[in-house]
C-alpha cells in the first residue's frame, strides 16, 4: 500500500480522473467499480469531461457498482444508483449493457449477490477499484466486524452508517440494510485506490494506514493489497505520522 498525499481536493479528483482515464486508454475493456457518495463525486465530473474532451471510445468498459441502501432504487436521489446514473451513466450515455449495479428493491437479495459475483467472474474480475472510507472505517457497507472474505452480501447497517448516511437524503430515511461487494472482492481487485479529503477523515485514515490490520476496522485492509493506494488530500493526512510529504 503507498499513500499519496494532494494538496487539496481538486487536485486529488483530478488524479483519480487521470487514473482512470489512463486505464481506459490501455485497456479499453477494463472493469472499473466505484463507490457512490461524496468522496468520488469531482473526480466522476473530471472523468466524464476528460472523456467527452479527449473523445476517448468507452464502449468496451464495464461499470460496476460498490453498494446500494437495500429498499432504495434509481429514482430516490442520494441512492447509489441515482448518484451513478446522473454522475455517470446519463452523461457519458453508458447502456445497460454496460454496466451492472446492485437492485437494492429486489425481492431475492441472495440472488442479487449471486448474479454480481459472477458477472464479475465472467468479466475476468476488477481492474480498478476507487473507494471511500466511512467515520467507522467502513469500505463499502464493508462494516466492522466484517469477514475479510466475503465476497456479495448483505449487512446490516453499523449504527454510524445509519446516521452519517442520512447526508445523502432529501428526507430522513429508515435505512437498515446494505448490499454490498466484498473485500474478497477489493483483495482480488488488480488495483485499488481509497480516496479521502478533510480534516473530519483524518482519524479514520489515521487508523486505516497506521493501525494494525483489523476486522474491526475493514479499511486497515488496504494495508494487504500489493496494488493499493490511500490517495488523501492534506487535510485528511493531517494525523499520519509517518508520511513524507
Ligand atoms: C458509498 C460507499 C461508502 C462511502 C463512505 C464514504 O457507495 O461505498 O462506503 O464511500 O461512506 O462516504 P463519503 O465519500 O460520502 O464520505
Given at each position: ?5 494532494f494538496p487539496d481536493y481538486a487536485t486529488l479528483s483530478a ?136 465476497l456479495s452480501h448483505v449487512i446490516e447497517l453499523d449504527a ?86
Amino acid at each position: 500500500m503507498k499513500v499519496s498525499v494532494f494538496p487539496d481536493y481538486a487536485t486529488l479528483s483530478a488524479s483519480v480522473a487521470d487514473e482512470l482515464l489512463a486505464l481506459l486508454k490501455t485497456k479499453p475493456g477494463a472493469v472499473i467499480c466505484l463507490a457512490s457518495g461524496n468522496s468520488p463525486k469531482l473526480s466522476c465530473e473530471l472523468f466524464v469531461k476528460n472523456i467527452k474532451d479527449s473523445q476517448t471510445n468507452i464502449s468496451q468498459f464495464f461499470f460496476v457498482g460498490l453498494d446500494e441502501w437495500v429498499g432504495l432504487g434509481p429514482e430516490t436521489y442520494g441512492s447509489c444508483h441515482y448518484d451513478f446514473k446522473t454522475r455517470l451513466f446519463d452523461p457519458l450515455r453508458i447502456p445497460a449493457t454496460q454496466y451492472h449495479v446492485f437492485n437494492g428493491q429486489a425481492e431475492d437479495l441472495a440472488k442479487e449477490c449471486e448474479v454480481m459475483d459472477n458477472i464479475i467472474r465472467e468479466k475476468g474480475g476488477i481492474d480498478l477499484m476507487i473507494v471511500g472510507i466511512g467515520m467507522n472505517g467502513h469500505i463499502g457497507f464493508n462494516e466492522p466486524g466484517v469477514d475479510f472474505g466475503l465476497l456479495s452480501h448483505v449487512i446490516e447497517l453499523d449504527a454510524v452508517t445509519k446516521r452519517v448516511g442520512q447526508k445523502y437524503f432529501t428526507e430522513q430515511l429508515s435505512l437498515s440494510k446494505g448490499i454490498t461487494l466484498g473485500l474478497g472482492h477489493l483483495i482480488a481487485s488488480k488495483k485499488v485506490i481509497l480516496m479521502a479529503d478533510g480534516t473530519a477523515k483524518a482519524g479514520v485514515i489515521k487508523r486505516a494506514v497506521e493501525d494494525e490490520v483489523n476486522t474491526s476496522f475493514p479499511a486497515s485492509i488496504m494495508q494487504l493489497h500489493n496494488n493499493g493506494y490511500i490517495f488523501i488530500d492534506e487535510g485528511a493526512g493531517s494525523q499520519l505520522t509517518n508520511i513524507e510529504r
